[in-house]
């Protein structure tokens, strides 16, 4: 992994790690977005969701070590998207090295990461920014959910979260050790 791809942290964790809390918001809105199919133009929605969900972590979160330190501001877009290419790049090849190639996959692979991540805050991290990370990234998968309607017809009807959806949030909740409501 480069040194731009994961900002450097005076937290207590090593860089594997810190990849491991910045990778995991992104992951568990791409395991709702592919949960069910929203047709090219929810797809889009939920994925415009995630993101922004993923960046506001730093300005609802301002205190939050973690979160400040995974969620860095950049000069300019091209550094974001440099940053951004270098992570995809390490996602790719965790995906393949985890034989991820279906949703159930995806959904299986973010579910575990967040098992991980769980198990690393209540190791390592202050508990009410354990808790707020957590938060955080149920904040990510609820937004990403909730973006686009699944079901009905030319955009008449569906739900707002599916129930596949639905499963994906009670899973990942369950991972983080977090109560969920129902979306």
């Known amino acids: 992994m480069s040194d731009e791809s994961v900002p ?42 995630n993101a922004r969900a993923r960046v506001a972590g730093r300005s609802n979160y301002p205190d939050n070590m973690i979160i ?18 270098d992570i995809r790049s390490r996602q790719q090849q965790e995906y393949r090295a985890a034989g991820v190639e279906s949703r ?42 909730e973006a686009a309607k699944e079901g009905g017809f030319l955009g008449i009807g569906g739900v707002r979260v599916s129930p596949d959806e639905q499963r994906t949030l009670d899973e990942i909740a369950a991972a983080l050790g977090v109560g969920h409501a129902d979306g």
């Open 8 to 49: 450097s942290s005076p937290l207590p964790f090593s860089d594997d790690e810190l990849y491991l809390l910045t990778c995991l918001p992104g992951l568990v809105g791409s395991a709702i977005t592919f949960s069910d199919v929203s047709g090219p133009v929810g797809t889009i929605k939920e994925m415009m969701a």
């Open 68 to 85: 400040c330190a995974i969620v860095p501001e950049f000069d300019g877009r091209a550094d974001a998207m440099a940053v951004a290419r």
């Open 104 to 145: 159930d996959d995806m959904r299986d692979h973010a579910v575990e990461q967040a098992a991980k991540v769980n198990a690393l805050l209540t190791e390592k991290a202050e508990p009410n920014e354990a808790a707020e990370y957590r938060e955080w990234v149920m904040s990510v998968a609820q937004a990403t959910a």
